[in-house]
């Protein structure tokens, strides 16, 4: 007799279904039989353009202590941190990416008997670690696609312990104001960790939608999660960062690995935290592409929800899995977001110029043929 390790998993893991990647360019050519060179992949919000020049120069100065456990603490990073945010060390959590800080967070908080919110279309990284962590999903209806606070604020008990909230959304790209993030917090109980996840704020303008960083000396129960997968370009790298309250901070070093970013992802993001210029250019950049975008779904008679991120869902009003296969066909990958209750939506990630003007071209096509 063969054990079911299935059926002994804990309850809330087997009721986790793995998270879909984009799919690899590598894996498209195979299956498509579509040269490399021609294969434009707009599907994981990723930099087209990279990140800053000085990246490499960092990294390769790493590569002499390869054998050397890297600075747990990541001491320099941190300063670096410090000095953007007008903030201390000691409430830095260093993440694996901000997916790991994520993690941390459920896994500090949450059990089961416990429970955390989150909105509909939200990014799937929060069931799945409140599921791991063995806690309670609740999920709030959206409105138009966008995060229902007040709804949200209603979903919380007294076994709250987090809600997480993405600004902007992925994949909805949908943002809310300050004035909203300050009326939300100050009816929070005081109980409920606020979790802000501000993956792609650094595509936004100054003041265009709720920054939570000045909040934090107001609010103890507020977590803010950043991370240099997007705008920073450095998503094949892993790191991320909480900024919080001390103690929450210290809460989080606790059930972090020592080690969880390497030296190479340490030294990357601190010389890409001094290149702001070069976040100013990403962000200038994206703005141009989106616009691209946008003219490109209008000629074609598509609606989109607005987005503040680098990323944008169009619908085709009908089931997008086909055109989507048709996309891939033609080595176009983009996102499907059905597992986001979007089955008539493609998310598409802003690229290059080229690879806007590529993907335009096949989607009209593919809707001609349709
Ligand atoms: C991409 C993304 C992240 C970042 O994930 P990393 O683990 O830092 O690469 C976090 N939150 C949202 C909403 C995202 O879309």
């Known amino acids: 007799m063969t054990c079911d390790f299935l059926a002994q998993a804990l309850p809330g893991v087997q009721k ?22 021609d294969i434009v992949k ?3 919000n990723e930099n087209p353009i990279g990140p800053s020049p000085k990246v490499a120069a960092a990294i390769q100065a790493q590569i002499a202590d390869l054998a050397r456990y890297p600075d747990g603490a990541g001491y320099d990073l941190k300063q670096k941190l410090c000095a953007l945010h007008a903030i201390n060390a000691n409430q830095i959590t260093l993440g694996n990416g901000s997916n790991d800080i994520l993690d941390l967070i459920a896994k ?14 939200a990014f799937v990284a929060y069931p799945l670690a409140i599921l791991a962590a063995g806690g309670e999903c609740r999920e709030v209806p959206a409105k138009h696609y966008a995060h229902d606070l007040t709804a949200m604020l209603q979903a919380m008990d007294a076994n709250t312990r987090i809600v997480f909230v993405s600004n902007p959304n992925n994949p909805t790209g949908t943002a809310f104001s300050q004035a909203e993030l300050e009326q939300f917090l100050a009816q929070v109980p005081s109980h409920v960790l606020v979790v802000m996840d501000e993956a792609y704020i650094e595509y936004c303008e100054q003041g265009a939608i709720a920054n939570s960083m000045p909040l934090l000396g107001q609010y103890p129960n507020l977590i803010v999660s950043r991370t240099f997968s997007k705008a920073y370009g450095l998503a094949a790298l892993r790191v991320g960062y909480a900024v919080s309250s001390p103690v929450v901070a210290d809460v989080l070093n606790r059930v972090r690995q020592p080690f969880n970013v390497n030296s190479m992802a340490l030294a990357a993001a601190a010389a890409a935290v001094e290149d702001q210029a070069h976040i100013d250019y990403i962000r200038s950049e994206n703005r141009k592409g989106m616009q691209q975008l946008e003219a490109g779904f209008s000629q074609l008679g598509l609606s989109w929800i607005p987005s503040y991120g680098n990323f944008v869902a169009v619908d085709f009003k009908r089931d997008a899995a086909p055109i989507n296969q048709a996309l891939l066909e033609k080595g176009v990958i983009v996102r499907p977001v059905a597992g986001y209750d979007m089955p008539t939506f493609l998310r598409v ?4 110029a080229k690879e806007n003007t590529r993907f335009l071209e096949v989607l009209t096509s593919v809707l001609q043929h349709a």
Not at 108 to 121: C, D, F, M, R, T
Not at 349 to 352: A, E, I
Request: no cysteine; proline share 7%.
């Open 349 to 352: 990630s802003v690229g290059t």
């Open 16 to 37: 986790i279904s793995p998270y879909v990647t984009g799919k690899p360019i590598e894996e498209v050519a195979r299956e498509f039989g579509v040269a490399l060179e």
């Open 42 to 44: 707009l599907a994981s």
């Open 108 to 121: 500090a908080w949450v059990e089961p008997g416990l429970n955390a919110v989150y909105s509909q279309h």
